[in-house]
């Protein structure tokens, strides 16, 4: 199976179980980077991945796009989830920018997506004092 095949099977069907085959998908040595984590190591990027189930309800993984060159690839994608007691489900639309390790393990992972416009704004008190911050600026 090709990799990109593989990580987007991975990512749209992950399940708190299949944190445990994190090795499976990632190097031992795999850099991970997102708008709030910085890690090496694929035991580090699977506490990330279990502290996503801890956090918040019902997440999941909607792959668009994927694209791959070469030993690269690159996805855009959607990350569905409730709060914590929320119904309302809330969506974070993002890119990601990988690079296969030659096992076709992932050895380079970034994560693309505006936490300010996606995820603050949308919080109740800091999301307030967001908007107005990205008008100001806007004018």
């Given at each position: 199976?090709?990799?990109?095949?593989?990580?987007?099977?991975?990512f749209e069907t992950l399940t708190p179980a299949g944190v445990a085959r994190i090795g499976d998908v990632y190097?031992?040595?795999?850099?991970?980077?997102?708008?709030?984590?910085?890690?090496?190591?694929?035991?580090?990027?699977?506490?990330?991945l279990a502290r996503m189930f801890a956090q918040v309800d019902a997440p999941r993984f909607v792959v668009h796009e994927a694209v791959a060159a070469g030993a690269q690839a690159f996805?855009?994608?959607d990350f569905i989830f409730r709060r914590r007691g929320r119904n309302e489900e809330m969506t974070i639309?993002?890119?990601?920018?990988?690079?296969?390790?030659?096992?076709?393990?992932i050895a380079y992972h970034r994560d693309y997506w505006d936490a300010a416009e996606q995820l603050y704004e949308k919080?109740?008190?800091?999301g307030a004092l967001a908007?107005?911050?990205?008008r100001r600026v806007a004018h």
């Open positions: 199976m090709e990799p990109i095949v593989r990580v987007k099977r991975y190097a031992d040595d795999a850099w991970f980077k997102d708008p709030f984590n910085e890690v090496r190591g694929a035991a580090a990027i699977g506490q990330i996805l855009t994608w639309r993002g890119a990601t920018h990988l690079r296969f390790a030659p096992d076709g393990r919080l109740p008190v800091v908007r107005l911050l990205k």
